[in-house]
């Protein structure tokens, strides 16, 4: 018996799991079929498959999609049809073109915290923002107050370090 540890692509395992899951085979027969060695392994992957563990592949491949931008709006119908259908995470992401990381991210962000935690929040706010309730207004005067006494605090720190070091040149 061989010693060398085997590499099957990712592709495979997904056939081989779904071919398995769909009940018309043995484990043995799949695992003859596609050349896998043990049947163990078979169950692994139908058990990361279940739970919706990403099958990660060592030849190279990879399983995962290249994002794309989606809007708010988006991602709320993306997660609602999402848990209408099971939590069938790998569907939406095949139907969409997004990561089946994002979907289950944004799900659980949803069933935690509501529609407000699938908002993005990165970047900085643009030139012409208008806060939306009291609460924002008042938190951006302060950022901006906050930002404003940095700057002037730098400023003087500049200013006594330049006259210590005119006084040191006399």
């Not at 540890?5 to 495979?12: A, C, D, G, I, M």
């Amino acid at each position: 018996m061989s010693r060398k540890n085997h590499h099957y692509s990712s592709e495979l395992k997904y056939q081989a799991v779904g071919e398995y899951l769909k009940g018309q085979k043995t484990l043995d027969i799949v695992c003859k079929k596609y050349g896998i060695l043990s049947d163990r392994q078979l169950r692994n992957w139908i058990k990361m498959y279940n739970s919706h563990t990403e099958f990660k592949s060592y030849t190279g491949g990879s399983r995962m999609t290249k994002g794309r931008s989606t809007t708010y709006e988006e991602r709320i119908a993306l997660v609602r049809e999402c848990i209408e259908k099971g939590y069938n995470y790998g569907e939406i992401a095949e139907k969409y073109k997004v990561g089946y990381q994002q979907i289950y991210t944004w799900v659980k962000k949803y069933k935690e915290k509501g529609e407000a935690a699938l908002k993005d929040h990165r970047g900085r706010h643009k030139k012409d923002y208008a806060p939306q309730t009291e609460e924002e207004r008042l938190k951006l005067e302060v950022a901006a107050l906050k930002r404003q006494l940095y700057l002037a605090q730098m400023e003087n720190d500049v200013l006594k370090k330049l006259q210590e070091l005119e006084r040191g040149n006399r």
